[in-house]
């Protein structure tokens, strides 16, 4: 049995390499023509993938700090990922719902009818007409897609009809064209959330610059109406109510009020002890019925003031701005992309062709 020491299976691999490196220098016509082919491959997929114009907001909600109160207890949970803001306060909804109320379906429903315009300014529509209609794709997705959509027509004749929308936008029944621009949409609009910072980050990804900063700067101000609503819900309803219950008040108090100053009016001059009873009666209730309008106003104000209290101020760190430069498709990563695969495929090529190569050869002889 031979035995190969460590020097000798060292130069074993040093031999192996030089050969390899000869082997494809010899070879290197053809990784060269495979290089040029995968370039001219590359600028057709890079120019054929339509643009795509990516506009980003970046908002600071006003959040109490209970990492401060804490101590570095909120420091060090902040660094492993918890965020102790987000669990303050039952009336605060946590910032880690914040991307799933963007991807919501009814939070996208509200988006539909909002009217957009390129820009050129040649194309003026809805959302929900530009995501259905005026959506560009490769060329290359329309083949893909040809066998399916035949299969679709086909499937079409033999099924029963889709029922029509009945013109009301609502999350509880989707047409199959709503559901396709919904999921279009929940793959271009997306929030996230710092957890250590809690500052909220808005994108928008669209094929029309314009349009792009648009809807990222009406989905921003959707989600702090969203936010705001959620923080002043329990505190408006109770505003409504004082104010209800005031002017109740109020009424009530004008009518004894009144009672009074006509029961006053028309026994002057009178002194009997019914007459004493029923003024002080009257006047007792006059009196009952102002200090209940005085408290409700009191506390009407106090509603006020508290709704003012809950809502959010926002800080807008980063606003939305018209994104000059296209964030896809990136044409240089895709042609390096294409050469390195073209390198290696082609060095694949050969290291098959040669080990195919000699089994052949060893065929032929034995046939001979």
Not at 32 to 49: E, M, T
Request: a negative charge.
């Amino acid at each position: 049995m031979i035995q190969m020491n460590a020097p000798d299976i060292d130069n074993a691999q040093e031999i192996d390499l030089i050969e390899l490196a000869k082997r494809l220098w010899s070879e290197r016509k053809f990784l060269f023509k495979c290089c040029g082919i995968a370039v001219v491959v590359g600028l057709v997929v890079a120019f054929s993938i339509p643009k795509e114009y990516s506009t980003t907001v970046k908002l600071a909600p006003e959040t109490s700090d209970p990492s401060k109160k804490m101590g570095n207890l909120g420091g060090l949970a902040a660094m492993a990922g918890i965020n102790l803001n987000s669990t303050s306060g039952a009336d605060a909804i946590s910032p880690d719902l914040y991307p799933d109320v963007v991807s919501s379906i009814p939070f996208l429903l509200e988006l539909f009818p909002v009217q957009v315009t390129n820009e050129e300014g040649d194309y003026s529509a809805s959302l929900y007409d530009y995501m259905d209609d005026h959506q560009k794709s490769a060329w290359w997705s329309y083949v893909v897609q040809a066998p399916f959509k035949l299969l679709g027509v086909v499937k079409g004749l033999f099924s029963k009809e889709e029922p029509v929308s009945s013109g009301e936008l609502t999350s509880f029944r989707l047409t199959k064209k709503q559901a396709d621009v919904i999921n279009a949409l929940q793959q271009r609009i997306s929030a996230s959330v710092d957890k250590k910072t809690s500052v909220i980050t808005v994108s928008v990804q669209m094929q029309d610059p314009l349009i792009s900063a648009n809807i990222t700067q009406i989905v921003l101000e959707k989600l702090q109406g969203y936010i705001t609503n959620y923080r002043t819900q329990k505190v408006k309803q109770d505003l409504e109510f004082t104010e209800k219950v005031f002017s109740e008040a109020r009424e009530s108090y004008y009518k004894a009020q009144r009672a009074y100053a006509a029961f006053e009016d028309a026994n002057k001059n009178i002194i009997s002890a019914s007459y004493r009873t029923e003024q002080e009666r009257l006047k007792n209730e006059m009196t009952l019925t102002f200090n209940v309008y005085n408290t409700l106003a009191q506390k009407l104000e106090q509603d006020k003031l508290r709704v003012q209290e809950q809502t959010p101020v926002y800080t807008i760190i980063q606003p939305a701005t018209v994104p000059l430069k296209a964030a896809s498709p990136k044409k240089p990563l895709i042609l390096i992309g294409f050469v390195f695969l073209a390198i290696f495929g082609g060095i694949g090529y050969l290291f098959i062709e040669d080990l195919f190569k000699p089994k052949e050869e060893t065929e032929v002889l034995e046939v001979e």
